[in-house]
């Protein structure tokens, strides 16, 4: 995907265009060795810049439709450490602090050009501002569950039962009972028929099982085995729901 050509005002005052093209951005390869002071400015691009990696677009300037080459990050850097200008350093800094940010997480530096109306200029920032706020709400939306459960975890110090994980497991968005949890647990090879942890469960530490002394009406005792969730375990069982892997 391709986006329009952007132009940018460097540090020492020269116009810099430059371009998107596949999520990837591309500079005139002219405009910048323009501001690095390069005076030969073919000669520059030619020897610091890979040709293999160039890419030739038509561009509409001041003497008509010509043809432009750009040049991609890594040959801006090597224009950058080619330089003689003492103003080289800013001009990198410029590039990575602001630039490439910019174009990377908003589709756009704003800088107006000198076409451009300030209403033109407030409704592409607007439309660069909706575009971010939808898309940190998307990112804070998909970890939400995560950040549920951590904090859930960091407040208990104990381990819990597979009861109260079914309902854990609830509230971060999966539909799950504690029947049907303890059903998945056997079939998945973490319980075995009598609900008792597997040897390959105890080793991963998902489990800890209490044991309970309970006596019959005739006198004897039996030994009731209880299986407890770890906070390891925890971890592990919300992983699966949420990625929707233990469905």
Known sequence: ????????????????????????????????????GYIEVGRAIRQHCDDGGAKRTPLQTAGGLQEVRLINEGDVYSLIFGSRLPEAKAFKRWVTHEVLPAIRKDGGYMVATPEETPEQLMARALQVAQATLARKEKELEEARPKVTFADAVADSESTC?????????KQNGVDIGQNRLFAWLRKNGYLMKNNVPTQRAMEQKLFHVLERTIMNPDGSSRIVRTPKVTGKGQ???????????GK
């Open 1 to 36: 995907m391709n986006t329009a050509i952007q132009t940018f005002l460097s540090p020492a005052g020269k116009d810099i265009r430059a371009m998107v093209i596949d999520g990837e951005p591309w500079f005139v390869g002219k405009d910048v060795a323009t501001a690095l």
């Open 235 to 245: 971890l592990h069982f919300i992983n699966l729901f949420v990625g929707k892997e």
């Open 161 to 169: 039962l597979v009861g109260e994980l079914a309902k854990l497991i």
